[in-house]
């Protein structure tokens, strides 16, 4: 069974930057698509960002492109999400997902495996 664990989020000032991670475990990582959601507190969960499964394709939301920064290592069963230039709308609670799919998908619909999320807070 896949399992993926959050980590990085925290408080922290506008126009600061964090690093979230995410850890994945149980099948073979290099055969998943992986994305990044966030949820903020009275929204709806939205796709912020998704990487393919080897080839380096990456897909970003209007909203954080220029700013945030995904990346995977396969070696390490690991996807990142880089943000930087952080502003409070990216207020929310962050949550990787994965799909065994050749596409990068921007529903959530589309993941099969979610992690538990981790709190990202900026303060303006």
């Known amino acids: 069974q896949v399992q993926l664990v959050e980590s990085g989020g925290g408080l922290v000032q506008a126009g600061g930057s964090l690093r979230l991670s995410c850890t994945f475990s149980g099948r073979t990582f290099s055969t998943y698509n992986m994305g990044w959601f966030r949820q903020a507190p009275g929204k709806e969960r939205e796709f912020v960002a998704g990487?393919?499964?080897?080839?380096?394709?990456?897909d970003y939301a209007d909203s954080v492109k220029g700013r945030f920064t995904i990346s995977r290592d396969n070696a390490k069963n690991t996807v990142y999400l880089q943000m930087s230039s952080l502003k409070a709308d990216d207020t929310a609670v962050y949550y990787c997902?994965?799909?065994?799919?050749?596409?990068?998908?921007?529903?959530?619909?589309?993941?099969?495996?979610w992690g538990q999320g981790t709190q990202v807070t900026v303060s303006s």
């Open positions: 990487i393919g499964r080897s080839d380096g394709s990456v």
């Open positions: 997902a994965g799909a065994i799919s050749s596409l990068i998908w921007r529903s959530e619909q589309r993941y099969s495996t």
